[in-house]
């Protein structure tokens, strides 16, 4: 197996560099000598056919772009704070980032997977993981904001998450790493036998999205990579890859590496509520932080949850079958019909398909062999659909164009390859610049893809764009996949590392998108309604400042009586009612960031001057003709002076 290693590494570096010399060549004729430029082509005004959301990776958030234009709309902020929306800066959002292990503001997030119903994109959540602190979050598709993070307990490095049932019934959660459950000072030398891997169940209100971590599977110490939903005849069960069936708790890369075949878990997630219902399941203490974001009130809270019930895959039978998949799978992939599970084994030139169908047959004629943990195992033989042989080297990931077609990524040979579901046959290959991580198809990943586009998600740039340094842009690639075979249309540069991505025809989103908030229903704490109500208030060595904002003023926009010491609560309500205007809030010497607030909405800023004067403040964002004139004072005076506390308008 070493040695198999050995070639494998070999062979990423002569294909590193291989791709790197072609780079120049070929593939970027190809695209000139057609009509690419055409295809990609927006005019300005027009609006682009699919909304594309890229994770952010180790940047913690999500980016909005438009296909088939490659252009930039927006990073949703989701894990990692952020200055231009002030998101885990200001008062109302500082909750969202709140965990068992305190106030966390960065993440890396990998898989964002839109919500579903009956196995169709619905176009009303979309749901990204967190990594390094386990969570899941939900993004609002009408605000295009963070609406939900929920913490998974019992679970290290969040990977094989958050994917969504046809229903959108559950988003799972799988841990990357086993660890000891519960958690407990023990010697890492004993991990065999003893660490476990929990695969959580995070089930979702069909009503407003509200996510609820439903029950856990504690399963054996293995490593679940990625996870995909059973569809259609399948529904009802989820599929997780593992690594590291040889439970090695060092030197990954070789002991890891010993096994021919790891597993992909499946697992009756139907029968797991049966056994919620029947009460088999324990109750566990547990830790975790559950945030919520209002729109009405336009702020979080954070509760922190204190158990979770749990089931055990050794001791309940029917639950999971492990089905053995060769060279240490990444990514699991079921096709729209919901019959072929294809695992992607990474070490690996060929492509494991197996049949749902014959699966079953295999589990009712109980034809198993052996088992890990009480977990029977499935033949090999047995549940086999097919194989794509000598495909490339080094699979990840599979998306489908709904007309019969696999597409795989390879990522040692640095390629996209097109393969027909059933015979199994290579169609077609392109290279990719460079070494592709997830492709995504539009609707790729339900019952229904839209076909049209696929985009490959590069990990390496090199020399595709204009160097900035030593750190480069990250890249994704727009490929035309109508005809027989795929045509390069379009590098764009991307934020972090992308590693997949969903696409959703535009028209399913864009008419839902909110466009002000309503002043009238701003049910924030501090809110005010009219300018009337704006004033300053002291409690001890708090001051409020009920504030509004409308073109072109604050008001109040002189304030005097604070003193050195103070804590100064800036609570702004923006005023305006028309889209598209929102306004900035920044004060001179503020440790935060800048709001920026939009219409009818409510943020709070904490000011604690540290100098004696008479400071600005201004409008950030420019708004109107008279933005430079939107501005005010804040005089400060020393602590124990005894200027009274005021504030006016025009005075
Ligand atoms: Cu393959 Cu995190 Cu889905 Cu990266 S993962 S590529
Ligand atoms: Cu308000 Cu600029």
Redesign the pocket.
Known sequence: MKKTINILVTLLFAFGLFSCDQGKSDGDKGALASNAAEKVYVAPGEHDEFYAFL?G?FSGQLSVYGLPSGRLFKVIDVFSQDPQESYGYSEETKPMLNTSFGFIPWD?S??PDISQTKGVLDGRWIFINA?NTPRIARIDLTTFETAEILEIPNSAGN?SSPFVTENTEYVVAGTRFSVPIPQRDMSIKDYKGKFKGALSFVSVDPENGGMELAFQILMPGFDY??AHPGRDKSHGWFFFTTYNTEEAHSLLEVNASQNDKDFIAAVNWKKAEEYIKAGKFKTMPADYAHNVYSDETHSATSTMLKEVKVLDASELPGLVYFLPTPKSP??VDVDPSGEYIIGNGKLSANLTVHSFTKMMDAINNKKFDGEAYGIPILKFEDILAGTVNQAGLGP??TEFDGEGNGYT?F?ISSEVVKWKLGTWEVLDRKPVYYS???VMIPGGNSRDPFGKYLVS?N?ITKDRFLPTGPEVTQSAQLFDITGDKMELLLDFPTIG?P??AAGIPADMIAKNSRKIFKLSENKHKYAIKTPQEARVERDGNEVHVYMSMIRSHFTPDNIEGVKIGDKVYFHVTNFEQDFDVPHGFAVIGGHNPELLIMPGATETLVWEPTKVGVWPFYCTDFCSALHQEMSGYVRVSPAGSNVPLTSSLGE
Request: avoid cysteine; aromatic fraction near 8%; hydrophobic fraction near 20%.
């Open positions: 994770s990776g890396d990998h898989h990594n990977h990579d990625l990444h990514g990840l990931h990524s990522f592709v991580g997830h998600l990990k590392e590693h997949y």
